[in-house]
């Protein structure tokens, strides 16, 4: 508890709100994540990443023979004056990626039960790719929605950018919890969904493109999936499943004792302390778990689970080696 208490004090959050100075403490986070390409870039507008095509950038790669057709410009002096033969240089062309995080805090998101909530730990982590993404150059945009509301932020290169996107998270995540503390309800047919939401995100990424999805993935529908099969086709699509310790494994109790959980709408009872009932309960959402994950790779994406019960800064560490704190 009281580790938590200190996370929570140097985030400046209480776990279940959005505010804009636990979101730029991860301005100076960006060791944690590496966004070098894993997939050759395919945007057609110049940038900063070397395309494994050949063709007028700034980045020299080699020098052959001249053939019919080659600009005179780019003869390579030296080289043809040495073997007497004449030589062209060739260089490496360099492409744009322009990076997008599509953020889901809707009414499934808004759960926690030891450190914050899945919608908060989704924020802090679409808030470091910003950042991570604003130190490297790239052009950040993104998409935030709850089932209400969704927010496009275009992709620009300022610090103006990263700025939006927060913000949009902040409000975004103030809506969410006014519904559930109000108790708001909206037909199914009007309700934005994952698969919405990965509809609009197509509309907006251009092949070549880095995004990330940060969701429960809850509703990972056919829909869904169909979106993010076809991003990934042309994208490079990185997916982070944020889950909370609760839906993997019942608390420990010392009596066994019966609770009643509840969503808003449905009760249900469950007894704490049973083994059977505990590695039943475990066993169940561990294929809910997996089978998100093999659901995601299929569509082409790379999957990466968050906890949401232990701050990011201590997961993303395993993964990246940093020891940058």
């Known amino acids: 508890m009281q580790d938590i208490e200190k996370w929570l004090s140097k985030y400046q959050s209480n776990g279940v709100d959005l505010g804009i100075k636990e979101l730029i403490h991860y301005q100076g986070k960006t060791a944690l994540l590496n966004l070098s390409p894993r997939k050759t870039v395919q945007a057609k507008l110049a940038g900063a990443y070397l ?12 020098a052959r023979h001249y053939q019919a057709g080659d600009d005179i410009r780019a003869i390579d002096w030296r080289v043809t004056a040495r073997t007497g033969k004449t ?4 260089y490496r062309e360099e492409k744009e990626r322009p990076v997008f995080v599509l953020t889901d805090l809707s009414s499934s998101m808004q759960f926690g039960t030891q450190f914050l909530f899945k919608s908060v730990q989704a924020a802090h982590l679409s808030a470091l790719i910003a950042w991570s993404a604003r130190k490297r150059g790239d052009r950040i945009g993104g998409l935030v929605f709850n089932q209400h509301q969704h927010l496009e932020c275009k992709p620009f290169t300022r610090q103006k950018a990263v700025l939006s996107l927060l913000n949009s998270m902040i409000k975004v995540q103030q809506g969410a919890q006014q519904t559930v503390q109000q108790g708001l309800q909206t037909p199914n047919q009007d309700q934005i969904t994952l698969g919405n939401a990965c509809a609009r995100l197509r509309r907006l990424a251009h092949p070549g493109s880095l995004i990330f999805i940060l969701s429960d993935f809850s509703q990972l529908d056919e829909l869904a999936q ?5 991003l990934g086709k042309h994208c490079e699509v990185i997916a982070y499943p944020i889950s909370d310790p609760f839906e993997h494994q019942l608390p420990k109790v010392k009596m066994s004792q019966r609770v009643t959980l509840s969503d808003g709408d449905n009760r249900q009872q469950i007894v704490l302390g049973e083994k059977d009932t505990e590695l039943q309960y475990s066993n169940q959402h561990q294929v809910h778990f997996d089978k998100i994950e093999n659901t995601l790779k299929q569509c082409k994406a790379q999957v990466i689970r968050i906890d949401a019960g232990h701050p990011l800064e201590l997961q993303l560490d395993r993964f990246s080696g940093s020891k940058n704190r």
């Open 226 to 230: 169909q979106h993010i099969a076809q």
């Open 87 to 90: 030589h062209t240089k060739l």
């Open 51 to 62: 395309a494994k095509t050949k063709g007028r950038g700034m980045e020299f790669d080699e």
